[in-house]
């Protein structure tokens, strides 16, 4: 029973770096696919990561709607943003909060986040 074990972690991690780079994909982070820059990839990787780690589709579900729901709060902010100072000088920051908010809601994904406890 431990080979089958070691399948299913394998396969898991997989499909759990397949939804990373969709989502990285979505973001415009990783290059050179054609689904570069097409955020419907996003919502679909966050999907696939989210149901692989918890095995649950409500939650993916749920944190997809969130994800949109604050898309479209703050991406009109962030358009005032760039029409009074320039996408150059907002570049890097929005990239950054982006980065941190993704990586967050990657490490929140593990079932043992905050606690961490070892089992």
């Given at each position: ?22 989502s ?9 696919s ?49 029409d ?25 994904a ?10």
């Amino acid at each position: 029973m431990p080979t089958m074990r070691l399948i299913r972690n394998l396969l898991a991690l997989l499909v759990l770096a397949i939804g990373a780079l969709w989502s990285l994909q979505g973001l415009g982070i990783v290059r050179g696919s054609f689904m570069t820059d097409q955020t419907q990839w996003l919502y679909i990787g966050i999907v696939t990561m989210l149901s692989q780690l918890r095995d649950e589709y409500w939650l993916a579900g749920a944190v997809a709607a969130t994800f949109t729901f604050a898309n479209a709060i703050i991406a009109p902010q962030i358009s005032r943003l760039v029409d009074k100072w320039g996408q150059s000088r907002l570049l890097i920051p929005t990239t950054a909060i982006a980065i941190v908010a993704f990586a967050l809601m990657m490490m929140a994904a593990d079932p043992k986040w905050p606690s961490c406890r070892r089992s």
